[in-house]
């Protein structure tokens, strides 16, 4: 058992827990399996301006990010859940641990997401061919993106990596690849972005909230549209983030 709570604090280490209103809020969709998501503990994506509490309590999602998240249901972990994870974990951290400074990311393909975004906690640098490979293999030493956090000195610390699925998996095909009772993977709905041809619009604000993006309270086509953007009811693929470092916040 502590093992199994070791390795959850690891790949859990974006746990959230949705609140009522945002569950009745999150559109349902059936899966291939025929289970219909759900929204509990499990991992949400590290976008701007996201804040997150110790590991050791509950994490609250934001209403309005609930809004654009989807979770895989959250299944009881077993020892051989806990086995396999472990697993993963030692090929992930010595796959990346020569990446340490962003440059030599960088260098062997890895570009930074969203390079425009100040303040992000949590920058993604994304290996685009490795994504295209994650659509037919799964390589726990090969991961889509690496993540990093900035520090008070000014330079990023390498804390995690995240791994894509299709978007045509199901729940045991994403169980397959990272145990759903060790995390749980995520997708990003419904969201109002900017124009292609108008970036700088990225930073509207109505009424001290951002129009557009992960934390926006514009979940809807009809919105999007009032608010002159582009709606997506489904965008990138399954992706599920990994904690490098134990202890109780992999992010600190």
């Known amino acids: 058992m502590t093992k199994i709570v070791h390795t959850l604090l690891t790949f859990g280490g974006l746990a959230a827990l949705a609140t009522s209103e945002a569950r009745a809020q999150q559109p349902s969709r059936p899966r291939p399996d025929g289970v219909m998501p759900g929204m509990a503990m499990g991992d949400t994506a590290r976008m701007p301006g996201m804040e997150d509490r110790a590991m050791g309590t509950m994490h609250v999602m934001d209403a309005n990010m609930a809004r654009h998240m989807r979770l895989t249901p959250k299944r009881m972990a077993t020892p051989a859940d806990s086995q396999r994870a472990e697993r993963i974990l030692t090929q992930l951290r010595t796959a990346i641990a020569k990446y340490q400074d962003p440059a030599a990311a960088v260098a062997d393909g890895y570009k930074q997401f969203l390079p425009n975004v100040r303040n992000q906690k949590i920058y993604h640098f994304t290996n685009y061919r490795l994504a295209f490979l994650e659509a037919f293999r799964f390589n726990p030493a090969k ?80 919105e999007c549209r009032k608010a002159g953007g582009e709606f997506h009811p489904l965008l990138f693929s399954w992706m599920v983030h990994v904690g490098i470092e134990p202890g109780e916040n992999p992010w600190e």
């Open 143 to 222: 991961p889509t993106s690496l993540l990093y956090q900035p520090q008070a000195n000014g330079k990023l610390k390498l804390v995690g990596a995240m791994y894509t699925a299709p978007k045509r998996f199901s729940y045991d095909q994403l169980n397959d690849r990272i145990p759903l009772g060790m995390a749980q993977w995520h997708e990003h709905v419904n969201w109002c972005l900017p124009p292609k041809d108008q970036p700088q619009r990225w930073l509207d604000r109505n009424d001290g909230a951002p129009v557009f993006g992960p934390e926006s309270p514009v979940a809807t086509a009809s």
